[in-house]
């Protein structure tokens, strides 16, 4: 079946610092979704790609599709306690509506 | 209502117990899902349904869960005999189609003594 990975798991950050998270799907995805769970909370939609190479920014984030359409990548920039939290990708392939969601990277920002 | 709504937030079961999870999806939205988080883990899919069909049910892990949603609106996970290892959160999501972003609700925590 599908896989979805991501790395790294963990990422401890001084604020104010830059982040990178990857992810890495075994097959070609039709789009790719990242989500963002604060502790405690549930999964926050954050943006879809669905072209290849596609790249999209939300203020300080930065997302990027790969151009085979298997990996993509969230990048945030000068880094706030507010961005603590857990950051998953989740692709679908061919069944448009089935989500694989990666384990997640836990960032964590020392103000 | 304003987002998805689930309850109870927490449950305690203990082993063997039947346990029936709600999920009151955002008002309009024809697609729902629900996921499983372990610990530490990502949502893994569960079920969806598109209004009362459900139309794929392949990541429910044994015939002890079951899901409907009879009238296409609010929706109902049922474990029956529970184990150990179903302990997990419960979260429910729904959507305006199949493909369209996920509105997840803030979840059940399952725990299984």
């Known amino acids: 079946g599908q896989q979805v990975m991501q790395i790294p798991q963990y990422q401890h950050v001084q604020e104010g610092e830059d982040f990178t998270t990857y992810c890495n799907s075994s097959?070609?995805?039709?789009?790719i979704q990242w989500y963002k769970q604060r502790p405690g909370g549930h999964p926050v939609f954050l943006i879809q790609l669905v072209k290849s190479g596609e790249v999209k920014k939300q203020k300080r984030l930065t997302f990027q599709f790969g151009e085979a359409k298997k990996n993509s990548s969230l990048h945030i920039t000068a880094t706030q306690t507010t961005d603590v939290g857990t950051y998953f990708c989740?692709?679908?392939?061919?069944?448009?509506?089935?989500?694989?969601f990666g384990k997640g990277t836990l960032l964590t920002v020392n103000p | 209502g304003a987002g998805v709504s689930q309850s109870p937030r927490y449950k305690v079961a203990k082993r063997g117990q039947d346990v029936a999870l709600r999920c009151d999806p955002i008002?309009?939205?024809?697609?729902l899902f629900w996921y499983q988080q372990a610990l530490g883990q990502g949502p893994e899919f569960l079920t969806y349904?598109?209004?009362?069909?459900?139309?794929?049910k392949s990541g429910l892990p044994s015939d002890r869960f079951f899901a409907e949603r009879p009238e296409g609106s609010v929706s109902t996970l049922k474990i029956q005999r529970t184990q150990q290892e179903d302990s997990a959160v419960y979260l429910c999501?729904?959507?305006?189609?199949?493909?369209?972003?996920?509105?997840f609700g803030n979840g059940t925590r399952l725990t299984v003594t």
């Open positions: 999501a729904s959507s305006t189609d199949g493909s369209a972003p996920l509105h």
């Open positions: 349904f598109q209004n009362e069909a459900q139309l794929d």
């Open positions: 008002s309009g939205h024809v697609s």
């Open positions: 097959t070609t995805l039709s789009n």
């Open positions: 989740a692709g679908s392939g061919g069944s448009n509506y089935k989500l694989t």
